[in-house]
C-alpha cells in the first residue's frame, strides 16, 4: 500500500498569512493526488485534484502544485472559513490511500 | 443539482451487520462510481471501497475484505454497504462519495451527508 504522510500534522495561522502543507508519498504517484478540506461535522470538500487542478467554485487561494512523491497545498491569504482540517489522497492505485490529516487552528 | 443522500444513525452490537444506503440525483448513475469512505472518532479519513455505477465491479479494502459488500440498485440510482461482523473498531462515520469518473481512481467531486454506525454493547 503507498502511504501518505502529511506534515504539519497542525498549525496555528492568522488571517492573511500564507500557509503550506506538504504531503509525501511512499512512492511515485505521478500527478494522483487530491486535497480536501473538512470542517467539523461536515463531509470533506475536494479542493484540488491531480495535483493542481482548482475544483470548479473554489477560491484561487487554493494551489496545489508537485509530482512523483512530493506535494504542496498553499493557501496564499487565510481567510476565517478556512480553518479546517486539509487531506491528501493519493488515487494512483488502490487502496486510495489519505494522509493523516493537517488541522489549521487560529492563532 | 449532485446529491447523494445517505441513511440514518445506527446502533449495533458487535457481531451483528450494518446496510448504509447512498441515494444518488441529479447526474447519471451509471456514468460514475460510488466510493465508501469512513472516520472513526477524531480520526483520520480510511477508504473503504469503490463499485462501478454501471457493471457492479468492485474494489474492496484489503483488511476489509470478506466483511464488506458493495452493491448498486440502478432503478433507484441508490449504493449500499453493508458490513458484517461488527467490532467495536467500525464505530465511525461513513461516507459514499462520488469518484468523478467511471473508475476506481480519481477524485471525490461529491459526498453524502455521512451516517454514523456505532458498535457496543
Known amino acids: 500500500d503507498i502511504q501518505m504522510t502529511q506534515s504539519p500534522s497542525s498549525l496555528s495561522a492568522s488571517v492573511g498569512d500564507r500557509v503550506t502543507i506538504t504531503c509525501q508519498a511512499t512512492?511515485?504517484?505521478?500527478?494522483?493526488l487530491n486535497w480536501y478540506q473538512q470542517k467539523p461535522g461536515k463531509a470533506p470538500k475536494v479542493l484540488i485534484y491531480?495535483?493542481?487542478n482548482l475544483e470548479t467554485g473554489v477560491p484561487s487561494r487554493f494551489s496545489g502544485s508537485g509530482s512523483g512523491t512530493d506535494f504542496t497545498l498553499t493557501i496564499s491569504s487565510l481567510q476565517p472559513q478556512d480553518f479546517a482540517t486539509y487531506f491528501c489522497?493519493?488515487?494512483?492505485?488502490?487502496?486510495?490511500?489519505f494522509g493523516q490529516g493537517t488541522k489549521v487552528e487560529i492563532k | 443539482q449532485v446529491q447523494l443522500v445517505q441513511s440514518g444513525v445506527e446502533v449495533k452490537k458487535p457481531g451483528a451487520s450494518v446496510k448504509v444506503s447512498c441515494k444518488a440525483s441529479?447526474?447519471?448513475?451509471?456514468?460514475?462510481?460510488i466510493s465508501w469512505v469512513r472516520q472513526a472518532p477524531g480520526q483520520g479519513l480510511e477508504w473503504m471501497g469503490w463499485?462501478?455505477?454501471?457493471?457492479?465491479?468492485?474494489d474492496y479494502a484489503q483488511n476489509l475484505q470478506g466483511r464488506v459488500t458493495m452493491t448498486t440498485d440502478t432503478p433507484t440510482n441508490t449504493a449500499y454497504m453493508e458490513l458484517r461482523s461488527l467490532r467495536s473498531d467500525d464505530t465511525a462515520v461513513y461516507y459514499c462519495?462520488?469518484?468523478?469518473?467511471?473508475?476506481?481512481?480519481?477524485?471525490?467531486?461529491?459526498w453524502g451527508q455521512g451516517t454514523l454506525v456505532t458498535v457496543s454493547s
Open positions: 462519495a462520488r469518484s468523478s469518473s467511471l473508475e476506481s481512481s480519481g477524485w471525490y467531486d461529491y
Open positions: 441529479g447526474y447519471t448513475f451509471t456514468s460514475y462510481g
Open positions: 463499485i462501478s455505477g454501471d457493471t457492479n465491479n468492485t
Open positions: 512512492q511515485d504517484i505521478n500527478n494522483y
Open positions: 491531480d495535483a493542481s
Open positions: 489522497q493519493q488515487s494512483y492505485s488502490a487502496p486510495r490511500t
